[in-house]
């Protein structure tokens, strides 16, 4: 952990969110509005293959007949989906050879944000998907993993070079009607990561997808395919932030895992969307994600971590479908809202196979005027023998304005199951920190040592650049929160 | 909350058999029932996937055609004196299909507290026909509109009830058409009034519904140890409502022992009003073959410094179906709650469910509370363990089962109800075992 001392002035500077910037590049924006034209449009823009066309179409008339969901306990404004553009990317006149090609002003924002694009420097050993707004505009270290066998690029590109994998796994775990921003996801969107781990390979390096929405009054759709085929073991990571904006922007992606006998998913991501301004609860991101990985193949597994520090609204719960034999699931989630911030998210977790495993650690802060619900289904069907579930989801309120809600719902249809389930809520008391202080620890410190203890079990799944930054994004958050 | 109609049909079947009942002539409770009755239209029965409804499925219930009771319902002296507590045999009052049976009752003792609903006083009157306006569960609304009259039982301030009443509710099946049946008892206590109260719901024959609500308004410092045994026929439904109010320092004290059967849901509706008031709500079932017991509560924290205590066991066996639902919702400025809630189902064979939902809404940030639940079946350690001590297997774990459930009904105050259970309930386990 670090030990730097800043100054409560600094600390306080930085608390603002400082990924609010926009970059000024030039871009092609498709007018607002949705039909099945522009549907049409955004898949002739891509060149996609006549399947994903009409995937495409499916799912769009599907998501015709389908109502925005009303269950989940947040409140926001109605979202007028015709004043939305579906398509925005940096304007490109030919295909790119390198990366020194890419528009110099994306390559700073990149920059600005800490994600190291640039394949000279090899700072870390990190592959990166860059996506901005609606397109991939950077994918590093390929040829380093094409040597294994590893396919990573962007959704369009996997279209065009891989469309038979697309074609087989696309959809199969998140069906084109599987809930209302599914539908609308399948219908447009636009870009995202492919990536496909070939039998009996451990990737060589973690591999990363970097979000940014730049447009105002765009809506970001993203889908990503991860397949990890037999024996074989991939760690993902999934960074995202968005320029600061009056208004709203919509982020509705499709997240899908499948795993085959053996193989291992580890997906994490520290989601820093922009939250709305901290007093008002003006503009942010709602961020309205579908993410579902299915064990498909005995023995394997997905696991989940997420780090939720940003979005206005956030509505996401990664999902593990275990139906091989002998698979495991697992969910760690930390999620922290402040200011005006509203979060419902949590984890389903279908137990299909024999003796599956799964286990939820949710922990909950919120502070200010914001709400934080942790919402999970533990799900045992007639033939899933001897499944186990461990889920605990603990909350911590930080000020008498927040709120903490639990809705966990457990069905179990099989006798030989166990299953426990607990939760608790505390705050981060005067006294705890009166007590850091006489033993001569400064407030931040004391702030900082109580949030990490009480995250420790996620952030112990993170890999280590991504613990680091994700405990000093929630202390920083909570600065002003306390006290 | 948005409810959409099942089929419009199995509403407007019960709006029919209401025109029926104002036919018959005006009750006395005409005004409320008329509330009760548009309430139940803008609710409208649950679809599949009404929050309220997760686990339980009305479908069956819903499309049965009802009829009214017809009044000529006769129940032996023997029947009534059988199911009667020996403890109670002085203090019993005796609903006969929902309608309060002053014959049969034994209400010596109590005479001066009971007084009919409709001629209650304006204080229960004006909170009967606002609860009838914001019902949130539209079988409450359903039974409210059907009642046609009730009971008020009132323990005024400074009073102890000596010795323990008993409510008895027989309900006669109808072998010609199902009957629905509507109890409704308002308990009224005063400042630092006591009661205690065993509750026995029992049926002579399958093919009633009885759709139950009562109202327990505790003024400060009053005390009230509650305990209802379900036992109704096998081919019943069984709905009931309870709703709590506690003022300053009041304290209820609730146990639930249920048998089930084909539907039985009781529903909680608890605020906890005034600081320093304390609930406890315990619950044991115990299902076989198609039995199923669901159980809904939600705990409105609205004052600082309450507690309140949950603990519910399930016994699944066959094709049984447990459930519970239950929230716990901490109001704003509701500092220093101390809240918990702890469900505990046993799964003896493959094909029961058992589903729970125990949910947390926490809007205050000094508080403590827990929730937990746990679904699972005999420990193999521990059945091993009785056996290399001697126990047959069929000894060993009916011992385990029975002392899962012995931990609630131990809890129950009268050695008598804990000896009936004890008797018939955990009987029920011992048929199966083999």
Known sequence: ?483 | MTDTLVESSAESAFLDLHKKLLEQGRSALAELQVTALSRFEELGFPHSKHEMYTFVNTKGLVATSFSLPDGSASVSEDFVASHIYPDCKDQCLVFIDGVFDRGLSRCEGVNSNLMPLSEADEEVKAYLSETAENENDVFASLSTAFCDEGLVFKVEANTQISGTVQILFVSTGNTAGSVMHTPRIVWQLGKLSEIKVIEKFVGTEGGYFINSVQDWLLAEGAGVSYTQVQMDSIGSWHFSKVRVYLNRNARFHSSNASSGNQLARHHYEVRLKEEGSEIRLNGVSVLDDKEQVHNFVRIHHEAPQCISHQHFKNIVNGHARSSFDGTVIVCQGAQLTSADQLVNNLMLSNDCHANNKPNLMIFADDVKCTHGVTVGQIDEGQWFYLQTRGLSAKAAKELLTRSFAKSIIETIEFPEVVEELNDTLLKKLEARND
Request: proline share 4%.
């Open chain 1, 1 to 483: 952990m670090s030990t730097e001392q800043n100054s409560v002035s600094d600390i306080l500077e930085d608390n603002t969110y400082k990924y609010g910037f926009t970059t000024d590049v030039e871009s092609e924006t498709f007018a607002k509005g949705l039909n099945e034209d522009v549907v049409r449009a955004i898949s002739k823009k891509k060149e996609e293959p006549q399947f994903m066309l009409d995937f495409r179409l499916k799912a769009f008339a599907k998501w015709k007949t389908m109502k925005e969901p009303e269950w989940p306990n947040v409140h926001y404004p109605t979202i007028d989906f015709q004043n939305i553009s579906y398509y925005s990317a940096p304007k490109q006149k030919k295909v790119l050879a390198s990366l020194d090609e890419v528009d110099p002003e994306v390559m700073r924002t990149f920059e600005k944000l800490g994600i190291p694009l640039d394949e000279q420097k090899k700072l870390a050993n990190v592959a990166v998907d860059a996506v901005f707004d609606s397109v991939s505009v950077a994918t590093t270290h390929k040829k380093k993993l094409m040597e294994v066998g590893i396919i990573f690029c962007p959704m369009s590109e996997a279209l065009k070079e891989y469309p038979e994998l697309v074609e087989q796994y696309l959809g199969t775990v998140v069906p084109v009607g599987d809930n209302f921003y599914a539908a609308l996801n399948s219908a447009v969107f636009t870009d995202g990561s492919f990536v496909y781990i070939p039998p009996d390979t451990i990737s060589p390096m973690e591999i990363s997808t970097y979000f940014r929405i730049n447009t105002e009054e765009t809506g970001q759709f993203e889908r990503t395919l991860i397949i990890c085929a037999e024996n074989s073991y991939v760690s993902y990571l999934e960074g995202c932030t968005a320029p600061q904006f009056d208004t709203n922007q919509l982020h509705a992606a499709v997240v899908e895992l499948v795993t085959m006998e053996n193989a291992e998913i580890k997906y994490s991501t520290v989601q820093n969307w922009y939250a709305g301004d901290k007093e008002t609860g003006k503009g942010g991101v709602f961020n309205f994600v579908t993410k579902r990985g299915k064990c498909q193949g005995d023995n394997s597994k997905i696991s989940w971590t997420q780090v939720e520090t940003g979005s206005a609204i956030t509505w996401k719960y990664p999902s593990c479908i275990l139906q091989g034999d002998n698979t495991v699931g697992e969910f760690y989630s930390v999620a922290l809202t402040n200011g005006h911030m509203q979060a419902d998210t949590g984890t389903k977790m279908i137990h299909l196979g024999k003796n599956t495993r799964s286990s939820i650690i949710s922990k909950g802060i919120s502070a200010d005027y914001s709400s934080n619900s942790y919402r999970g289904q533990v799900k045992v069907g007639k033939n899933a023998t001897n499944a186990r579930n461990y889920s605990q989801c603990d909350s911590m309120l930080v000020g008498d304005k927040s709120s903490a809600h639990t809705f966990p719902y457990i069905e179990t249809a099989n006798s030989s199951v166990q299953i426990e389930h607990e939760a608790s809520t505390s705050k981060i008391s005067e006294e705890q920190l009166f007590y850091f202080e006489s033993r001569g620890i400064s407030r931040e410190n004391a702030i900082e040592a109580v949030i990490s203890g009480f995250c420790k079990e996620v952030f112990k799944q993170l890999p280590m650049e991504f613990a680091v930054e994700a405990q000093k994004l929630l202390t920083l958050k909570l600065e002003d929160s306390v006290g």
